[in-house]
Structures are given as structure tokens and as C-alpha cells.
């Protein structure tokens, strides 16, 4: 969820409620159960905004069946997110229900939680609400298993405009966004004091360290055996490669495929020109499980990773900035993905009055969100939340600098054909494959499957 990344003087949307101000903490904390990231594995430092859920959190209530779905129980309104926090978010969730007299359960699924919820609420037995990533959207709403949130203009414009963006689909706004999530460039300003401003310049002082004996790697950009879209997406951009073109309202096309055409074999020119057989800087061997320990451990002066990775470099207490991540000289901006992590009701819930008062008249509050931040720092998705945290933030500045060339992670059900033929790809071109028939291949894999 993750990410998406995805973002106030307090001021209250909505309708007015039932809530009063000790139960909105409670509500805050029920929330932040949601806080992990829920994005693509394959794109994920794990799973690609935060790390997964452990195996061994239980459900908050509830018995768990064998599929991993927790059973429902008797609450008025159940919520699934993923499982960091499980045992204290029950806690909450009961002062919560204390409050309004009524009883919420926050659930965690051991299994993945998106087809696990597909599956559940077609069965029936869902939850009220679930929190993912917004490039979920598109297949839930073909499954029939989220339904519209009716948020007002006010609402709507209050947010940022990407994350507004991010939750609008076919017209209809389908979750209350809170928080955004991209990729920025980490620099180890020990080694590199100086922000590079193309990939030239990037590649150049990484080189130069790895002379110096200051680093093992020019760069740390996850491609893994695999390959990953996610994170190779901005140099894909930079070097003429697109996945979909856009129809006349500003939505994704699933029908013009970029993959294969020109301006992707351009970019897999650069990535082979830049892989192990060409300068060595995009490694096959830099994946999700060591990426971000390369630039902790001082093995390279840059690492490309989102705001899931700022916990870890702070307890290394590297010295570090962000930037924008920087694109090939003379070619197009880097423009990685924009993830939004937000609250969707059910199509099927228990109880739709409710889940729809929580998510758009309590999840938008600007408190609420502000207190998400607190508890998990990754840019609000209210821009008035934003500015107020970004005043004295210097983590959510850069990352709110490196993202305003970013591109809504798609959330068409067509992206699901994209992430293994384009990762295969690229991983394949990094490791020495020919570009121009392996992106070729990749794409005529694409349409096919879109097709079908």
C-alpha cells in the first residue's frame, strides 16, 4: 500500500457525525492498522512500501480458517489491513467501539490480502472496509467488490491531486486516500555531497567512490533475477518508454501498449548500455532483500528506494539527502510511480451505512491523517496535512520534490499482464540479453495476454 505514495490546521469535512473527540483518536489508531503497503511484490522492498506482514500476528479477533481468512465474528464493522500492529490496534478498536457503542474488529490476513479479500467478500464473508494500494481499484471493481465512496467536491479537492487522482476510476472515486508514496534518490552525503542531476553524473560519482575504496556498487536500484518494474520504472521513462497511453479524459488506455514499440527499445538500449555486460551499474544480484543494506552498510554512495527505506537508514545513521531520481542526459525526465495507499469500502459490507461514515467523513479528517503520518511518516495525502508536516519534514520535502514528475500507478486490471513479462525483461536486458528482440518479445507477450 505503499505507497503510493502516494498526500492542517484542523477542519472538518463531511456531513458532522457521531464521533466526538476521544473517539476520533481511536479512530486514528484503528486506521494506522493500515498503514503498511500493499503494493505488487514484485516492486516492493517487501513487499514494496513496507515490510510484509509477520505470519505469526493473528487475526485481531476472530477464528482464522484454513485458507488464512479470518471469520467475522460479531462485530458491527470489521476492517482488514495488514498485521504489524495488530495486538495493539485491537486495543483501540475496542476503546473505539467503547465510544460509540458499537464494536470493530481490525483483521490481519497471513495470506495476500488483496486476493484473499476478492475472494472472501465474493463468498460473502469480507470485511466492511480494506486498505491497499489504489492500483488494486481496477480489479476489485470488475470482481463487483468495492463500491464508490460518494466524497463531495470539497472533499475531493482538499486532496492532493494525484492522490485524488489515484482514486478516481471510469469517473467514480473508489477509496478515501491517505497517504503517497514514490521513489526519490538517496544519497550518502559522506561520499557524495553533490545531487547528481543526470544518470551520467550519477553513474560517474559512484564510480568514482568504488575507485576511492568507499564502494562496492555505483548504485543500489533493485532488478533481481526477475526483475522489477517498480523500481526500474523511472529510468524506463527517461530513456523513451511508456506502458499505456492515455484516452482523452487523462485515463489509462489499455489498448495502446508501449512495450515493444520504439521508445521502450530505446530505453532497453540504456539498460543493457548500463547493465553487467555494458558499465555493470544495474545489477541482477541487487533485489528487495539487499538493496536497502547496501547503502546502510556504506557498499554505495546512491540508493533508488521509497519511504519504507527511511527507517532503516536512520537506525544506520547514515548521513543522507533525497532528490529526485535523475534521468539519462538529454532524454525524458525519470518519471517513476505515484502509489496512494487508501481506506475502500466493500461492495458487499456487513454494514454499508457505517463503513461509508467511517471512510468519508472520519478517514478524511485532517487529524486522522495527521496522525496516520505520525505513526507511519509517508506524505499525507491531504494537502493541507501535507504543508503542515512538510514545514519542518525534510524526508516528506524530498520526497514530495522527487515525485512531481511521477505517474499514477496504473490501476487498470491491464497492469497485471505488465509486471512479469516487463520485469523477465528488463532483468534479462540488464543481465546481457539483446534489447531490441527480448523488449520486442515482451511486448507481443503484453498484448497477448491483454487480449485474452
Known amino acids: 500500500m505503499r505507497p503510493s505514495v502516494p498526500f492542517d490546521p484542523p477542519r472538518r469535512f463531511g456531513r458532522g457525525g457521531r464521533l466526538s473527540a476521544v473517539t476520533a483518536v481511536a479512530v486514528v489508531a484503528v486506521l494506522a492498522g493500515a498503514c503498511s503497503s500493499s503494493k505488487p511484490a514484485k516492486h516492493a522492498s517487501s513487499p514494496g512500501s513496507t515490510p510484509p506482514a509477520s505470519s505469526s500476528s493473528a487475526p485481531a479477533s476472530g477464528s482464522s480458517s484454513a485458507s488464512g481468512i479470518p471469520a467475522r465474528g460479531s462485530a458491527d464493522l470489521v476492517i482488514w489491513a495488514d498485521g504489524q500492529r495488530a495486538p495493539v490496534l485491537q486495543k483501540l478498536a475496542e476503546t473505539f467501539g467503547q465510544e460509540n457503542g458499537v464494536k470493530v474488529d481490525v483483521q490481519t490476513i497471513s495470506t495476500d490480502q488483496q486476493s484473499a479479500y476478492v475472494t472472501a467478500t465474493t463468498a460473502g464473508k469480507g470485511p466492511d472496509i480494506v486498505v491497499g ?6 480489479n476489485l471493481v470488475q470482481n463487483g467488490t468495492i463500491a464508490p465512496v460518494p466524497l463531495s467536491a470539497e472533499q475531493l479537492k482538499a486532496f492532493q491531486p494525484i492522490a485524488a487522482k489515484a482514486v478516481t476510476y471510469n469517473g467514480s472515486v473508489y477509496g478515501v486516500p491517505y497517504a503517497t508514496e514514490n521513489l526519490a534518490l538517496f544519497r550518502n552525503t559522506a561520499v557524495a555531497p553533490t545531487a547528481p542531476t543526470t544518470f551520467e553524473q550519477l553513474v560517474s560519482q559512484g564510480q568514482a567512490a568504488i575507485r576511492a575504496k568507499k564502494a562496492q556498487a555505483a548504485l543500489a536500484v533493485q532488478t533481481g533475477q526477475t526483475g522489477d518494474v517498480y523500481h526500474m520504472e523511472p529510468f524506463y521513462t527517461s530513456g523513451g518508454g511508456y506502458l499505456f497511453g492515455a484516452k482523452s479524459n487523462g485515463d489509462y488506455n489499455p489498448s495502446d501498449i508501449g512495450v515493444g514499440k520504439p521508445g521502450s527499445i530505446a530505453a532497453a538500449k540504456l539498460l543493457a548500455k548500463y547493465g553487467e555486460k555494458g558499465s555493470n551499474v544495474f545489477r541482477r544480484s541487487i533485489d528487495a532483500d539487499n538493496s536497502i543494506s547496501l547503502f546502510t552498510s556504506g557498499k554505495t554512495p546512491f540508493l533508488v528506494s521509497g519511504p519504507w527505506a527511511l527507517d532503516t537508514v536512520k537506525k544506520a545513521h547514515v548521513k543522507y539527502a533525497l ?28 454494514n454499508a451505512a457505517l463503513a461509508q461514515e467511517f471512510a468519508s467523513n472520519y478517514a478524511t479528517q485532517p487529524s486522522v491523517e495527521k496522525a496516520l503520518f505520525e505513526l507511519e511518516p509517508r506524505p499525507p495525502a491531504l494537502t493541507a496535512v501535507y504543508d503542515e508536516v512538510a514545514k519542518t519534514d525534510t524526508d516528506v520535502q524530498g520526497f514530495y520534490a522527487a515525485g512531481k514528475n511521477a505517474q499514477v500507478l496504473p490501476q487498470i486490471p491491464a497492469m497485471a499482464s505488465i509486471w512479469d513479462a516487463l520485469g523477465k525483461a528488463e532483468a534479462a536486458i540488464v543481465g546481457g540479453a539483446n534489447p531490441t528482440t527480448t523488449i520486442t518479445a515482451a511486448g507481443k507477450q503484453i498484448k497477448k495476454s491483454i487480449g485474452s
Open 133 to 138: 494500494a489504489t492500483d488494486w481499484i481496477g
Open 323 to 350: 532528490s529526485p531520481v535523475p534521468g539519462f542526459a538529454g532524454q525524458q525526465p525519470a518519471r517513476g510511480f505515484v502509489s496512494v495507499q487508501a481506506f475502500f469500502v466493500s461492495a458487499k459490507a456487513k
